[in-house]
């Protein structure tokens, strides 16, 4: 990967971050003048490759005047929108037309004419997108002065979530320093010479807390990087826990995917692992748990193929907490499954009691209580034949006490009672 298309990627990533939950109302898309064009084809590549669900405009037609420019614009947001429309009618799904109406043609009306072109555009695409992107990168500025007055009204336009603005803000330009905020930067990644040379490993657990050292001996002696990558790699680990410690989790993401791009283009596959690990808490922290499961699932992947099993369970369980961010009990129990057979081929007891028992618990989410009552079974029955301590280290207790639960719901009292026998009674005498 070329550098310029790792800083793309990075590129990308911190406009997503910000289209997801930012206070801004207007990012910045920062980066040098000469390019432009690399970051429209970053962000055309990021709307070709992401399933974000929103409809994403980006809008190249030089800036002449205010009039034109933004009425320009409206139009072209009403023809994606139509392209949209005609292309989902192919799954089944139906959109209302689009119809834009004239708001004048002076400056203040065309502007006012584009953001209600955006609003409404929005609002069409209805619950099956999350909104639109409206990304404004003029290929020239005739009017200096016109195109920041015009971005100063959009920075301080109060939007709906559904709708996302961004503008390129070419370094050292006026519209940087107007808007004086962060965004997302487009830059081609330094060597870094000055930086702690430790370089501690990370990996995550599945309630997406702050990552721990938790890596095995045998995963620990990856191939070593150079010297100076060492440096680099260590810096980036250190700026990561430093931010989140601090509370600045987006700040501790962007050190985290530098680390990743560091550890792909030195061939640490390991480091790699536990770095995706360390990057999907971080997104959970930022309450972004659709790239948070991303990131796991990345990770539970490549665990996988090394037949790191123990890690591929942890990171199916970030995959699982993440879409239980958002509700998606489904998908959750589907990657919780993943990380009890994980478990089992790494012979992780506690990882399998805690996977299983996650799993019904969203299946009781669903209203699939049969599900979830085998799925209970199965870890108590796995826990009678563990040691006193897998128990004690496990959460057996929790998912026999649901099952209890559900069987004297159901009548089934003496099961119930032989829950209680073999796996309560012990706890209780071992208080």
């Not at 974000?52 to 072209?76: D, E, I, N």
């Not at 129990?333 to 996650?358: C, D, N, Q, Y």
């Not at 280290?393 to 099961?415: D, F, H, I, P, Q």
Request: net charge negative.
């Amino acid at each position: 990967m070329s550098p310029i298309t790792q800083a793309a990627h990075r590129f990308a990533e911190d406009a997503e971050i910000c289209w997801h939950d930012s206070p801004l109302t207007l990012v910045p898309l920062v980066a040098h003048e000469d390019q432009q064009e690399d970051v429209v084809e970053a962000l055309r590549l990021y709307d070709t490759l992401l399933d974000h669900r929103r409809l994403f405009v980006v809008y190249r037609a030089p800036f002449k005047a205010a009039a034109t420019y933004f009425s320009g614009l409206a139009v072209q947001i009403a023809g994606d929108y139509e392209r949209v429309r005609a292309g989902v009618v192919a799954e089944g799904v139906e959109l209302p037309a689009f119809v834009v109406g004239d708001d004048g043609t002076v400056p203040s009306g065309a502007l006012k004419r584009a953001a209600h072109t955006m609003h409404q555009a929005a609002r069409l695409l209805g619950e099956r997108f999350a909104g639109i992107v409206v990304a404004l990168v003029p290929e020239l500025v005739h009017d200096a002065s016109g195109w920041l007055e015009s971005v100063r009204i959009l920075a301080s336009t109060r939007w709906s979530l559904r709708v996302r603005i961004a503008a390129f803000a070419p370094l050292g330009g006026l519209l940087v320093e107007a808007l004086r905020q962060g965004g997302a930067a487009f830059d081609v990644e330094p060597e870094g010479e000055h930086a702690p040379t430790a370089s501690p490993r990370w990996s995550a657990g599945y309630d997406g807390r702050a990552p721990v050292d938790e890596i095995s001996a045998e995963h620990a002696t990856s191939t070593s990087p150079s010297a100076g990558a060492g440096t680099r790699l260590g810096a980036f680990l250190v700026d990561a826990a430093e931010a989140l410690g601090a509370g600045r989790p987006v700040n501790a993401i962007a050190s985290y995917r530098r680390a990743r791009v560091l550890c792909q283009a030195e061939g640490l596959a390991e480091r790699e692992l536990t770095v995706l690990m360390a990057l999907g808490a971080a997104y959970l922290a930022a309450d972004l748990p659709e790239l948070g499961a991303e990131s796991y699932r990345q990770a539970a992947l490549l665990a996988e193929i090394r037949k790191a099993w123990p890690l591929a369970s942890r990171a199916w369980l970030g995959v699982g907490t993440a879409h239980e961010r958002r509700e998606k009990h489904a998908a959750a129990a589907v990657a919780l499954r993943a990380a009890a057979v994980a478990a089992k081929l790494g012979e992780s007891v506690p990882l399998r009691i805690e996977s299983t028992r996650l799993a019904g618990l969203c299946l009781l989410q669903l209203g699939r209580e049969d599900e979830a009552m085998l799925e209970l079974r199965g870890v108590v029955d796995l826990g009678v034949g563990v040691s006193a301590s897998e128990r004690r280290a496990s959460t057996l207790a929790e998912a026999a006490k649901m099952l209890v639960k559900l069987l004297e719901r159901r009548g089934l009292n003496e099961e119930a009672h032989r829950v209680r026998r073999i796996v309560l009674s012990e706890e209780a005498e071992e208080e």
